[in-house]
């Protein structure tokens, strides 16, 4: 196999414009206007706002401290079910502010939270429901919202890999739940070098997450409400603006690798694509999952380093059985066999048709 000249990754960074984003950054700091607020900030909070056709969107520094501040907006105190499937920010951001992750299996297709053994783990602790859109896959809103409504509970979603997806009803993601979190890190299809925010309908909510987020000021010498540093810097928003200017472009290769690969791993035996993502609906199409036959993955990724592909076992061994959550109180056997089974393909602009056909014929000569 002939070696290429970079190494193919998962979530190498997009930048719109080089260009432009050099001159917006001029601006800035032309301007000596770099944080708190300022005039590019906002301009980005509008923006997003308009693409997701939310009321509300308050940026942040990244995803994990958008998690806190709106779990703390919402009162969060006791018990929150969430699945173990996910990055470790999901529950590290409810036990940092004093409330306590219950984990809950997933569904085996799309990942995300299984409402069957989510009514099994509701106790009178619980206190929220934190859904996750793993790589993009909608969760199941309705019957979450039913479960908050019958509990006299909230439910708020981790977007962070939701950016750019319409849920139903040609709703995007950010519409759904108390408020949406998402992520902007280099890493994500969309980025604002580091970042993240909240979306959210409720006007109330609104300006107790912007308070929240700038140490509960409401102007200068009046704290109203205990409050953290959040903010999202000129700099980060700048990008942010660059970058929604291109998110089409970006989308639309990552949609025809995703096509590709679809079409090429169909028949390599053994190999399923867990990513589902519909042609017809607005998708960011940013994560490449696959599922692999029992024992078999860390050949194919030992297989795939060598022809220069970093693919990925994202959140193994499961949040659950990280060090500092374990031991589980119950085994969660679908989160468990996706731990061990299930890897991340590189995709998106840097990696080309060719390298997708190179990509799928390693793994198809290793299974
Ligand atoms: N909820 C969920 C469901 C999440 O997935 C995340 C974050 C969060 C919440 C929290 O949001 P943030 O607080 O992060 O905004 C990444 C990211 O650090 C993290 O944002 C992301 N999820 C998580 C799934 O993965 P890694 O482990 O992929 O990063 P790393 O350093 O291994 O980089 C991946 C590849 O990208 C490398 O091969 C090199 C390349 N790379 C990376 C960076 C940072 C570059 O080429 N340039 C870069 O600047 O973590």
């Given at each position: 196999m002939p070696r290429r000249k970079a190494r193919l990754c998962v979530g190498y960074p997009n930048v719109g414009s080089y260009g432009a984003f050099l001159w917006a950054a001029l601006r800035v700091l032309r301007s000596r206007w770099f944080s708190n607020l300022g005039p590019v900030v906002q301009r980005f909070?509008?923006?997003?706002a308009d693409f997701l056709g939310v009321g509300y969107f308050i940026s942040t520094c990244n995803g994990t401290v958008?998690?806190?501040i709106a779990t703390r907006a919402l009162g969060v105190t006791g018990d929150v079910l969430m699945p173990s499937w996910t990055f470790i920010a999901t529950p590290h951001a409810v036990e940092w502010i004093g409330a306590r992750p219950v984990f809950v299996d997933v569904n085996p297709t799309s990942h995300t939270l299984d409402i069957g053994d989510l009514w099994l783990?509701?106790?009178p602790k619980t206190s929220a429901i934190l859904g996750v859109h793993l790589w993009g896959h909608p969760c199941e809103v309705e019957a979450l919202g039913h479960v908050g409504n019958q509990m006299n509970i909230p439910v708020y979603y981790d977007a962070a890999h939701a950016f750019g997806v319409e849920g139903r009803e040609g709703m995007m993601v950010g519409n759904f739940g108390r408020c949406e979190v998402f992520s902007f890190h280099a890493t994500k299809f969309f980025n604002t070098f580091e970042g993240g925010g909240i979306a959210t309908n409720d006007p109330e909510l609104a300006h107790k997450l912007r308070l929240m987020s700038n140490f509960g000021f409401t102007c200068r010498d009046n704290v109203v409400s205990a409050g953290t540093n959040g903010k999202m810097t000129e700099i980060a928003a700048a990008m942010g603006l660059v970058n929604l200017g291109h998110i089409d472009k970006v989308v639309s290769?990552?949609?025809s690798r995703y096509v590709q690969y679809r079409e090429c791993l169909g028949d390599t035996g053994g190999v399923r694509l867990v990513s589902n993502f519909p042609l017809d609906m607005?998708?960011?199409y940013q994560y490449i999952v696959v599922e692999v036959p029992p024992g078999r993955r860390e050949d194919i990724l030992l297989g795939l380093s060598l022809a220069?592909?970093?693919a990925r076992r994202y959140f193994y061994p499961g949040c659950h059985r990280?060090?500092?959550y374990a031991p589980p109180e119950r085994s969660l056997p679908v989160t468990e066999r996706l731990a061990e089974s299930t890897m991340v393909l590189p995709t998106g602009p840097h990696v080309s048709p060719a390298d997708v056909g190179m990509i799928c014929e390693t793994i198809a000569a290793i299974v």
């Amino acid at each position: 196999m002939p070696r290429r000249k970079a190494r193919l990754c998962v979530g190498y960074p997009n930048v719109g414009s080089y260009g432009a984003f050099l001159w917006a950054a001029l601006r800035v700091l032309r301007s000596r206007w770099f944080s708190n607020l300022g005039p590019v900030v906002q301009r980005f909070e509008a923006a997003v706002a308009d693409f997701l056709g939310v009321g509300y969107f308050i940026s942040t520094c990244n995803g994990t401290v958008a998690l806190e501040i709106a779990t703390r907006a919402l009162g969060v105190t006791g018990d929150v079910l969430m699945p173990s499937w996910t990055f470790i920010a999901t529950p590290h951001a409810v036990e940092w502010i004093g409330a306590r992750p219950v984990f809950v299996d997933v569904n085996p297709t799309s990942h995300t939270l299984d409402i069957g053994d989510l009514w099994l783990k509701v106790t009178p602790k619980t206190s929220a429901i934190l859904g996750v859109h793993l790589w993009g896959h909608p969760c199941e809103v309705e019957a979450l919202g039913h479960v908050g409504n019958q509990m006299n509970i909230p439910v708020y979603y981790d977007a962070a890999h939701a950016f750019g997806v319409e849920g139903r009803e040609g709703m995007m993601v950010g519409n759904f739940g108390r408020c949406e979190v998402f992520s902007f890190h280099a890493t994500k299809f969309f980025n604002t070098f580091e970042g993240g925010g909240i979306a959210t309908n409720d006007p109330e909510l609104a300006h107790k997450l912007r308070l929240m987020s700038n140490f509960g000021f409401t102007c200068r010498d009046n704290v109203v409400s205990a409050g953290t540093n959040g903010k999202m810097t000129e700099i980060a928003a700048a990008m942010g603006l660059v970058n929604l200017g291109h998110i089409d472009k970006v989308v639309s290769v990552n949609k025809s690798r995703y096509v590709q690969y679809r079409e090429c791993l169909g028949d390599t035996g053994g190999v399923r694509l867990v990513s589902n993502f519909p042609l017809d609906m607005r998708h960011n199409y940013q994560y490449i999952v696959v599922e692999v036959p029992p024992g078999r993955r860390e050949d194919i990724l030992l297989g795939l380093s060598l022809a220069d592909v970093d693919a990925r076992r994202y959140f193994y061994p499961g949040c659950h059985r990280m060090n500092c959550y374990a031991p589980p109180e119950r085994s969660l056997p679908v989160t468990e066999r996706l731990a061990e089974s299930t890897m991340v393909l590189p995709t998106g602009p840097h990696v080309s048709p060719a390298d997708v056909g190179m990509i799928c014929e390693t793994i198809a000569a290793i299974v």
